[in-house]
T-cell receptor, first 113, second 117 residues
């Protein structure tokens, strides 16, 4: 079946530190992979996505590469800011399409000045 | 991007009562909305797909008589937790898909935390 495992957190970093949030997946077929971010008091927002192996999704300085060989989609950012403090969710869409997203548990990131 | 809003964001109720959570698409019409539930330290799980003007499609293991979903208009879906019990305490999130012709992206509400005493 489909499932997503991501770093549990919480993660606390100083401003300008390097961020990695690990995400691995199990899936049948060829899923699309997503990172969503939820800022305090707001709904989940799509941060980036990749639809096939070796694709790199990027947005707002965040990057993640779809690695089929390691079934991973780790989120990285070279220099985090206080405004990046949020909960990050890794997700995949099943073979039936993006109607059914399988989410990880979410990782809370806090960036301190 | 499009905006989806949920209300209430936080609700506490007594065991045995029913609670209604609203999900609205504020600036677009959504023929399809989705309801998710998240338990502490667990993944978001899709509960059901809400279709405007027709019955909701429930995922396996979700009790349709306990979690009543109504999608009476193109901008509003409601989830009613009937005869709530403490094990129904959870974080409920809705999403709506940008309609055909748009990005096809899913837009999420801010979530509603239900605590049943």
């Amino acid at each position: 079946g489909n499932s997503v495992t991501q770093m549990e957190g919480p993660v606390t970093l100083s401003e300008e530190a390097f961020l990695t949030i690990n995400c691995t997946y199990t899936a049948t077929g060829y899923p699309s992979l997503f990172w969503y971010v939820q800022y305090p008091g707001e709904g989940l927002q799509l941060l980036l996505k990749a639809t096939k192996a070796d694709d790199k999704g990027s947005n707002k300085g965040f990057e993640a590469t779809y690695r089929k060989e390691t079934t991973s989609f780790h989120l990285e950012k070279g220099s985090v800011q206080v405004s990046d403090s949020a909960v990050y969710f890794c997700a995949l869409s099943g073979s039936s399409g993006a109607n059914n997203l399988f989410f990880g548990t979410g990782t809370r990131l806090t960036v301190i000045p | 991007g499009a905006v989806v809003s949920q209300h209430p964001s936080w609700v506490i109720c007594k065991s045995g009562t029913s609670v209604k959570i609203e999900c609205r698409s504020l600036d677009f019409q959504a023929t399809t909305m989705f309801w998710y539930r998240q338990f502490p330290k667990q993944s978001l799980m899709l509960m059901a797909t809400s279709n405007e003007g027709s019955k909701a499609t429930y995922e396996q293991g979700v009790e349709k008589d306990k979690f009543l979903i109504n999608h009476a208009s193109l901008t509003l879906s409601t989830l009613t937790v009937t005869s709530a019990h403490p094990e129904d305490s959870s974080f409920y999130i809705c999403s709506a898909r940008d309609p055909p012709g748009g990005s096809g992206e899913l837009f999420f509400g801010e979530g509603s935390r239900l605590t049943v005493l």
